[in-house]
């Protein structure tokens, strides 16, 4: 992993705290107003990203929490702050939801645009995201593409080296009402494509 | 969507293991897996430092991935973070025992740490929240029907925004040991729920922090889904007397540290144009 870092810094000094698992009785740790409102519903671009979050039997999972992140939709990183005290028109990108007991979630957010990798290329708009849940040790990060630009998705380097089923995992679907849906399997045949970072 | 999807099972239902073992098959269990990760790390596997497949941990088991995960180079949007400040944190959410109108049961208590990254520098202005049960070890969830009293005088949930040298300080009461039916007897070790963003959301994390010389750590699950000793020695508080003030709180302190990249890692060093 140190193989990103500038040679100037030397190896890590400092070994990373392991990660744990939230546990059943998080709700009222982490829950705030409107949290799952990365757009303010029903405002111009505001879209519904919702799907369902289920375990190795296939079973909704009603006890887990996703976390989004995702560039605004001209590809712009958001670095403004108040996602825990929205104000209901600053777009911070981030976003926090629980599913509910039918193991649904949903967000209000705005579909990402392009944004360039490290390295200035283009990449296919994607929303990052990351699942925490009672029973799941550790954090699980994957990302949400969208199913659109076909050029950006057949040229980016994560989603050319997946299979078809992998990919699948990793894509919303588009919905009529200009929507994402998309589900999310911790396990199984349908399992989704987690990452973890170089 | 459609609604003829089967129905799912009550949360709370879920919470009683299938076969509900005795203590003694669960230990022997945790001493097996441990085992058996360090046969995975001697033959050249990295299994990571908690282990989601971790059968002792009854509720894993069909919520653990069964593929490793794809190992990625982090995009723009992944090398940053939320930004988080003042105007998302009061500074009186650091403290839990001000949250009614009485002062709550228990052992009050300070934590102080700093948050870092791998090089041990600061992380300033990021979010820390932490939630836990109450002195009598009953989290104020509904969902917790665990027979000890609800104290009308904690909620257990609290906030903060780490400072200029990345430090975060909260007040609280010593939470106490709390009983789970993930197998017969099991009793979690008193912990504090902790939640951390870095400065890239590679680097978000959750976990706890437990306290000194707990008899519960050997027979526990889910602190040993953490394999390595010295890993788990990393989520213990240490006992702080200078932290301590006198005739009010007992002090502790715990420093976190974040993992992965983030968007510093990418800014071109000089003269490396």
């Known amino acids: ?198 | 969507m459609s609604d003829t999807a089967p129905q799912a099972a009550a949360p709370e239902s879920l919470l009683r293991s299938a076969d509900f073992p005795p203590q003694s098959q669960i230990t022997q269990e945790i001493i097996d897996r441990h085992a058996q990760a360090r046969e995975q790390i001697a033959a050249g596997e990295t299994p990571g430092r908690s282990l989601r497949d971790f059968a002792p941990y009854r509720s894993s088991l069909l919520r653990h991935p069964t593929k490793n995960p794809r190992l990625v180079d982090p995009e723009t949007i992944e090398l940053h973070s939320p930004a988080f400040g003042q105007r998302d944190v009061a500074a009186i959410e650091s403290d839990l025992t001000l949250q009614h109108t009485g002062e709550p049961q228990g052992e009050r208590m300070t934590v102080t740490g700093r948050l870092l990254d791998s090089w041990g520098r600061p992380i300033r202005n990021q979010l820390i929240e932490v939630w836990q049960a109450n002195a009598a070890g009953r989290y104020i969830h509904q969902r917790d029907q665990h027979p000890a009293p609800l104290d009308p005088n904690f909620t257990g949930a609290g906030r903060m925004i780490t400072n200029d040298a990345g430090e975060y300080h909260f007040t609280t009461i010593k939470p106490g040991p709390y009983p789970w039916k993930n197998h017969i007897n099991a009793w979690r070790p008193a912990h504090i729920h902790f939640s951390v963003f870095g400065t890239g959301f590679t680097q978000r994390i959750i976990t706890q922090m437990y306290f000194p010389g707990d008899p519960l750590f050997a027979l526990d699950p889910i602190y040993n889904t953490i394999h390595d000793q010295k890993d788990r020695d990393r989520l213990i508080a240490t006992y702080d007397h200078d932290l301590t003030v006198p005739e009010f709180s007992m002090g502790y302190r715990w420093d976190i540290v974040v993992d992965g990249p983030d968007a510093t890692w990418f800014e071109p060093e000089e003269g490396e144009h």
Not at chain 1, 43 to 58: F, K, N, Q, W
Request: hydrophobic fraction near 35%; proline fraction near 9%.
């Open chain 1, 1 to 198: 992993m140190t193989a990103s870092a500038p040679a100037s810094w030397g190896e890590p000094t400092h070994v990373p705290t392991g990660g744990q698992t939230v546990g059943p009785f998080f709700r009222f740790g982490v829950e705030y107003e409107r949290m799952n409102e990365v757009a303010f519903p029903h405002s111009p671009g505001a879209i519904v990203l919702t799907g369902t979050v289920y375990d190795g039997e296939g079973a909704p999972i009603p006890d887990a929490i996703i976390e989004i992140f995702g560039a605004d939709t001209d590809g712009s990183v958001p670095d403004a702050r108040g996602s825990l005290r929205r104000d209901g028109f600053t777009f911070t990108g981030f976003g926090r939801t629980m599913t509910e007991d039918d193991g649904r979630y949903h967000f209000w957010t705005r579909n990402p645009g392009p944004t360039p990798g490290p390295d200035g290329r283009p990449r296919a708009p994607f929303i990052a995201a990351v699942v925490f849940a009672r029973g799941l040790p550790d954090k699980l990060h994957t990302r949400i593409y969208l199913p659109e630009d076909d050029e950006l998705r057949a040229s980016d380097p994560f989603l050319q080296g997946l299979t078809d089923a992998e990919r699948a995992s990793v894509t919303a679907e588009r919905t009529a009402d200009g929507y994402l849906r998309h589900d999310i399997h911790l396990q199984g045949e349908r399992e989704t494509a987690f990452i973890a970072f170089r």
